[in-house]
């Protein structure tokens, strides 16, 4: 009959019941419904859905150490703000500067004739048009 041996700390062992250790394979996720909406049927496509989103999937030490991580950083924040508050105390507002009108610069007024009348525009469109008339001797400081 054939002798089967295990290697045990760098010793030939026969191989007994006790002895022999057992290779186990891991089932596959059940299927599930994602946050997203997304169903998935297994590890692979799990993997992919969060390729796809730019995620990774994180253990409960990534999540100790990335809310550590966080705590320093607003301990840092907070440590900022208090220095801040030390040498720059804050400047009390009166209730008689709410009451009086805002005074508008040459620039500002030329802007708002220049869209009167037109829809709003996006953010880039009203900045390139505030630079452009900034440039303008006429209206801004250049």
């Not at 909406?37 to 990335?66: F, M, P, T, Y």
């Not at 950083?73 to 507002?93: D, G």
């Given at each position: 009959?054939?002798?089967?041996?295990?290697?045990?700390?760098?010793?030939?062992?026969?191989?007994?019941?006790q002895?022999?250790?057992?290779h186990?394979?891991?089932?596959?996720?059940?299927?599930?419904?994602?946050?997203t909406g997304?169903?998935?049927?297994?590890?692979?496509?799990?993997?992919?859905?969060?390729?796809?989103?730019n995620?990774?999937?994180?253990g409960?030490?990534d999540?100790k150490?990335?809310g550590?991580?966080?705590?320093k950083?607003?301990?840092?924040?907070e440590?900022?703000?208090?220095?801040i508050?030390k040498?720059?105390?804050?400047v009390?507002?009166?209730?008689a500067?709410?009451?009086?009108?805002?005074?508008?610069?040459r620039?500002?007024a030329?802007v708002m004739n220049?869209?009167d009348g037109?829809?709003?525009?996006?953010?880039?469109t009203?900045l390139?048009?505030?630079?452009?008339l900034?440039?303008?001797?006429?209206?801004?400081?250049?």
């Amino acid at each position: 009959m054939r002798q089967r041996y295990v290697q045990i700390d760098g010793q030939l062992v026969p191989a007994d019941e006790q002895t022999a250790r057992l290779h186990y394979v891991i089932d596959d996720i059940p299927a599930f419904k994602a946050n997203t909406g997304a169903h998935i049927e297994g590890k692979r496509q799990w993997r992919e859905h969060l390729k796809e989103r730019n995620c990774e999937e994180l253990g409960h030490s990534d999540v100790k150490a990335r809310g550590e991580a966080w705590q320093k950083r607003k301990a840092a924040a907070e440590a900022k703000k208090a220095a801040i508050a030390k040498y720059a105390p804050p400047v009390e507002v009166t209730e008689a500067q709410f009451e009086q009108p805002m005074q508008r610069s040459r620039l500002h007024a030329e802007v708002m004739n220049r869209l009167d009348g037109k829809p709003a525009p996006d953010r880039k469109t009203l900045l390139k048009l505030t630079l452009d008339l900034a440039r303008n001797p006429r209206y801004g400081s250049r």
